[in-house]
C-alpha cells in the first residue's frame, strides 16, 4: 500500500520515531512470550519456534535505532515484522501473528511502558518520603507560624508540617498502588476484539511478560481505558497537592514571610534589580 506523502510525513513517521523509542524492547518480549506460548500449546513446531527466536533476539541485539521512516511499513510492529520475514521467511514469520491482532499487541504495550514508569513513580516517592520523614525528625522542634487564610493562625514545628506531606505522599502511593493493580493484567489473547477459537494457554503469556493475570472480557480488554485514567487520576490528585505544598514554600521564601533561604545553587538573580533572589528552583517545580 502507497501512503499519501502528507500522512507519511506527519503521522507515519512522528508515530513511528516515538514507537522505536518507547516500545522497541517491550514490543521483542511480546513477541518471545507469544512465540514461547504457540510452541507449548502446539501451534508452531519446536524447530521454527527456535529460529523465530534466534531471528527476534537477533533483531534486539541489532536495534532499530538506525532505521529511518521511508513509508514502505505503516509502523514499528509492521517494521520488525518484515525484519523477522526477512531472517526467517514470510511464511515462519507469518506463524508468529497466530491468535493475535495489532490491537492486544498495542494495549499490552501500553500497559507494560505505564507499568514500568509507574513502579519507577513509587521508587521516588518512597525515595521522598524518606527524606521528608528524617527532615521531619530533624526539625521536630523548630518552631513555625502555620497560616489559615494566609493570616498567622497558631504555633507549630518544621516536623508538624513536613509529617502532613509524609502522610499524603502515602496516600498518593495507596491510590498508585491500586491503579497499578488494575494496570497489571495482560490483553494478549483478546485479539482485534472477540478472542480466538485457538487453543492459545493466556495465562502463560501473562505470566511470562510479568502480569499478575489476564484480563477477562475480551471486548473490554480492547474497548476500555480505564486503567489509564485511574492511573491519570491518581497523579492528577498527587500532583495537585504537591503543588500546594511548594506553593507555600514559595510564600515562606519571600522577603515578607522570610522562613526560607535557598542555598546559592537554587535561586537566580535580577539582571537590573540586584537585591532579588528568585526562587526559580521552586517555581519550576511548582509549574
Known amino acids: 500500500m502507497k501512503f499519501d506523502p502528507v500522512y507519511v510525513s506527519k503521522v507515519l513517521a ?3 520515531q516515538d514507537a ?14 507469544h512465540l514461547s506460548m504457540l510452541r507449548q500449546v502446539g501451534l508452531v513446531p519446536a524447530e521454527e519456534a527456535e529460529r523465530l527466536a534466534r531471528a527476534l533476539r537477533l533483531i534486539l541485539t541489532r536495534g532499530v535505532a538506525e532505521d529511518a521512516f521511508d513509508g514502505t511499513f505503516e509502523d514499528l ?10 531472517e526467517c521467511g514470510e511464511e515462519a514469520a507469518g ?5 493475535r491482532s495489532r490491537n492486544d499487541i498495542d494495549v499490552t504495550l501500553y500497559r507494560l511502558r505505564w507499568r514500568e514508569d509507574l513502579l519507577g513513580l513509587l521508587a521516588v516517592l518512597t525515595a521522598l518520603r524518606t527524606s521528608l520523614v528524617e527532615l521531619s525528625h530533624r526539625e521536630r522542634s523548630s518552631l513555625l507560624p502555620l497560616h489559615t487564610h494566609t493570616q498567622p493562625a497558631q504555633p507549630s514545628t518544621v516536623g ?4 502532613g506531606m509524609v502522610e499524603h505522599l502515602e496516600r498518593d502511593s495507596r491510590r498508585l498502588e491500586n491503579a497499578f493493580l488494575t494496570m497489571n493484567r495482560c490483553p494478549l489473547g483478546s485479539c482485534a476484539i472477540a478472542g480466538t477459537g485457538l487453543p492459545i494457554d493466556r495465562q502463560l503469556v501473562s505470566r511470562l511478560l510479568g502480569f499478575e493475570q489476564p484480563t477477562g472480557n475480551t471486548y473490554g480488554s480492547i474497548a476500555c481505558a480505564d486503567y489509564l485514567l485511574e492511573t491519570m487520576g491518581a497523579l492528577m490528585v498527587m500532583l495537585t497537592q504537591l503543588g500546594r505544598w511548594i506553593q507555600d514554600m514559595l510564600l515562606w ?10 542555598s546559592d545553587g537554587f535561586f537566580q538573580p535580577s539582571s537590573i534589580m540586584p537585591q532579588k533572589r528568585k526562587p526559580v528552583a521552586l517555581e ?3 509549574a
Open 284 to 286: 519550576h517545580a511548582r
Open 95 to 99: 506463524r508468529l501473528h497466530t491468535a
Open 160 to 163: 508538624h508540617y513536613m509529617m
Open 14 to 16: 512522528e508515530n513511528y
Open 77 to 86: 510492529f509492521c517494521h520488525v515484522q518484515d525484519l523477522l520475514t526477512s
Open 253 to 262: 521564601s519571600s522577603v515578607e514571610f522570610g522562613f526560607l533561604r535557598l
Open 20 to 33: 522505536r523509542l518507547i516500545f522497541f524492547e517491550h514490543l521483542i518480549d511480546i513477541h518471545l512470550a
